[in-house]
């Protein structure tokens, strides 16, 4: 009976097309004859391409066997999207290959999404801009004595500095405020099912730290806070996936850029936590035009960007569902009134409505399609959502605007357009 291993080499070959690192090792530690492919360094380009990796000409080792088996392994699953916890505002850091170039060794970076804290002078949104926060090279993980220490270098540091990238375990962990008497639960992130988080993508392979549930909750209530917004965190009933979390281990003063810690809001913060990160979804597809006999409101789930009240452009993730015949966008980052891991709006498709409505209250004219839906709005803090109507107008295949019924900033008519990537938003950039 002939078996894998009897194959001709050029056919086991073209089989490691379809299958893993781990499984490609052992099928070539199967036999001595196997053994000498081990590193072929053909099979180890075509891995390290599934990552993003095609050059190693300025990594340290220009072997694609050691980029992969020393860094690409370990860390490859951290290359895309991940969304924090952060209270409130949330943030985006989003890694990916760095070759390198003749000033900086090659490895893998993470990008925080940054947007503009300024009004808009069109209330069209931001693209992000993308700050480099973390690093880890060959240098480095040759270098550390653990596996959770990496070389951090961020734009205002003038050299690489110890940082830690820790995995945690699923927690039950949760952020709750105290105001004027009374506890409300901070939105969960991520909620269960939410449809943005990335279940698919596995965690780097380090080992797992330690955690334990942190109760403040006795605290806070022998405390004397009639008058006081206090941020504290307790455990609940829901169960948050795996994360990941980055932190400097430098000074303030010598690292000025940072994943922050911390959100910029006018309470005090009794968390001794640091936010966690979790695998946001990087849908981002082509849009359709509203008149296109190809529309749906399916066309219109992925990433999309919008600008909220307090100047700021804020990431949504629009999922459609078909049971419901809805269209939810959950806020990714958020703001004061409305956190991340809210939904913000949602839309009905079985509902349309006539578009000449649209003109009538101030939205472009332009527009071809008009839903009624409901939005959410709060006070700051965010102690109860207050359910408002909205109209949802498609614009075109990129564009959605939405009319507000009640808004406390006189700002009634917002905007939202898709994130189409970084390298369309960079290209227009570099045009403007």
Known sequence: MTGILDLPYDLLYK???????????????????????????????RLSARCGLRDTTYFSDPSFYTAYTQLLHRYGPLIGL??????????IVEFRIF?????????????MWEFPKRPSDDDMPSPPVYMRVFKISMKCYNEADSSDVQACLCIQCTHGHDADLRMYPP??????????????????FPSSGADWYDAERGLPLLPESAVSCTDQYQGIRMLSLPAQIVLFTSPTESRKPGSITMECTTSDWLCMQRP???????????TPTVPRYFPLKYL???????????????TLSGLWLG?????TTQCLFLSWHEELKELHACKITGGRCVPRGARTWTVQSALPDDPVRAETLGMDPRIHRIFPGTGVVGDLGFPVPIDVNILVGILGPDEIQIWW???DDGLAIRKYTRYTGRHNFESSLHSS
């Open 82 to 91: 991940w969304a924090s916890d952060l209270p409130f505002m949330g943030c």
């Open 284 to 298: 981002v597809q082509k849009g359709v035009h509203p008149n296109d006999d190809s529309w749906s409101m399916g």
């Open 99 to 111: 070759p390198g170039d003749e000033r900086e060794e090659g490895g893998i970076i993470g990008e």
């Open 171 to 188: 927690t039950y962990q949760n952020y709750f405020l105290h105001d004027d008497g009374e506890v409300y639960a901070h939105p969960d």
């Open 307 to 311: 600008y909220y009240s307090e100047h």
């Open 260 to 270: 922050p810690r911390h959100p910029p809001v006018p309470f005090d913060i009794y």
């Open 15 to 45: 089989l490691c097309d379809y299958l893993s690192a781990v499984d490609i090792a052992s099928l070539l530690s199967a036999n001595k004859f196997l053994h000498k492919h081990s590193r072929d360094e053909s099979i180890w380009r």
């Open 405 to 407: 019924e009640w808004v």
